[in-house]
């Protein structure tokens, strides 16, 4: 004979197991739910181990309680509605009220219970990816444990062998459950607070959607052409940004669930990838970046000095990775004589806007376009159109910020003298100095 209690802390842990009957429901913990679409507070440790908790962009941690010695967490499976920036919200699925699912934070060593409430119209799973688990824990559906049928809560108990970043997702129906936003991130911190400190720790996940201007609903079976690009299934100007006190060391951890990689590109600083989703990179395997290519599937985490402030771009390098909903089709007419395509196009069309002719710059255009949609390119800053959209936000350097404020700090005071400026055009052609030879050059 053997407890339950004994069992669960053996090196053989069970497989993902079913929950059901009053009495083990009744110890299931309570599964908070969360409403709001920007950062939330971090989540420090109380007891335990120290360490700098994360903080999730447009995001939060998910709450545990004490169980003995295990860190017992419920998430909750569930159709959600996400707004990806004002104007505009998209029917997902999701954990806990929101897509992606919150942030689960634990510390190396501990023994976590994970509760798993499927509300969905399908079964599910979750699968813990990057983590060094039981094989029966790995929750992949028909292989490694039953799928979770709708209105069932399974559990999943393992303990975090190591530290470092990693995702969980489902692997059931994953084309369509992913592609309806489940997912969320996974930070486990060292047991050691002195390894690698941070003073400012974030972490997003990246997705991307097929959303056709003016609905709800995303194409689950798109596999190429993404028209909304996301971190933590928002867009910019609907992203937050990174406040950040000069001087802190910063910690930027980024995941990728899409179909494409993400070459991450942070402007006025250079930086060190310290992570990835198998583990910690060896500071002698380290060097000097300015951008970082995430592939599908993977972490990446890289360390910044923020030494350098200001207002700082921080997006994807992919240009149409940093635009909002848009045909892919339109043609180039750069060059074309907008007066005269305006009357070709009138005539089939009267109440059509002939564009393009000097580029797509945005910041002047209005025009009519469906509900719940976003303008291709938006964003104001205090010189004007930021025209930008998708996997974009600013990395914000302050000396005045407090050790936990994640406000933002509004736009950068620039020192007099540091802002590019207008100068008069030059001549047509330099002036040569009289009586002064000009240079022959042999044919």
Not at 144 to 171: A, D, N
């Amino acid at each position: 004979m053997f407890s339950r209690r004994g069992f669960l802390g053996s090196a053989a842990l069970a497989g993902a197991s079913a929950i059901s009957g009053r009495v083990q429901a009744a110890s299931i913990p309570e599964a908070p739910h969360m409403d709001k679409v920007v950062m939330q507070p971090p989540l420090h440790p109380i007891g335990g181990p120290d360490y700098r908790p994360v903080v999730t962009l447009n995001g939060w941690s998910l709450p545990f309680r004490m169980n003995g010695d295990w860190k017992e967490f419920h998430l909750v499976a569930e159709p959600v509605v996400r707004e990806f920036a004002e104007g505009m919200k998209v029917n997902l699925w999701g954990y806990n009220g929101q897509s992606p699912g919150p942030t689960i934070e634990a510390v190396e060593g501990d023994k976590v219970r994970i509760f798993v409430t499927n509300r969905l119209p399908e079964y599910t799973t979750v699968h813990w990816h990057g983590m060094i688990i039981p094989s029966g824990m790995d929750g992949v559906g028909g292989l490694t444990q039953p799928h979770i049928e709708p209105g069932k809560t399974f559990v999943y108990e393992f303990e975090m062998r190591k530290s470092g970043t990693f995702m969980y997702h489902p692997h059931s129906d994953e084309m369509v459950q992913m592609a309806m936003g489940m997912m969320g991130m996974v930070v486990v911190h060292p047991r050691d607070p002195g390894f690698r400190p941070v003073d400012r720790d974030f972490v997003f996940v990246m997705s991307t959607y097929r959303v056709d201007p003016g609905t709800y609903l995303p194409h689950v079976n798109e596999m190429t052409d993404f028209n909304m690009w996301t971190w933590n299934a928002r867009v910019f100007p609907g992203i937050d940004p990174l406040a950040v006190r000069l001087g802190d060391k910063v910690r930027v951890r980024i995941g990728n669930l899409t179909m494409t990689n993400h070459p991450i590109h942070l402007h006025g600083h250079s930086f060190a990838v310290t992570c990835t989703d198998g583990g910690w990179v060896p500071e002698s395997a380290q060097y000097p970046e300015t951008t970082t290519d995430v592939p599908v599937g993977a972490v990446r985490v890289f360390d910044v000095l923020a030494d350098n402030p200001g207002d700082w771009a921080f997006h994807c390098h992919k240009s149409h990775h940093t635009m909002n909903a848009m045909g892919h089709d339109v043609r180039n007419l750069i060059g074309v004589s907008r007066k005269d395509l305006a009357k070709a196009v009138g005539k089939l069309a009267p109440d059509a806007m002939a564009m393009g002719s000097t580029g797509m710059a945005m910041g002047n255009m209005e025009m009519p376009a469906p509900d719940n949609t976003l303008p291709m390119m938006t964003g104001t800053g205090q010189f004007g159109p930021i025209e930008m959209g998708g996997m974009f936000t600013v990395m914000k350097i302050r000396e005045d910020l407090a050790r936990d404020d994640y406000r933002d700090p509004g736009p950068y005071k620039f020192p007099q003298g540091t802002v590019a400026y207008e100068v008069e055009a030059p001549d047509a052609a330099p002036v040569r100095e009289p009586g002064k030879p000009m240079h022959k050059m042999k044919m």
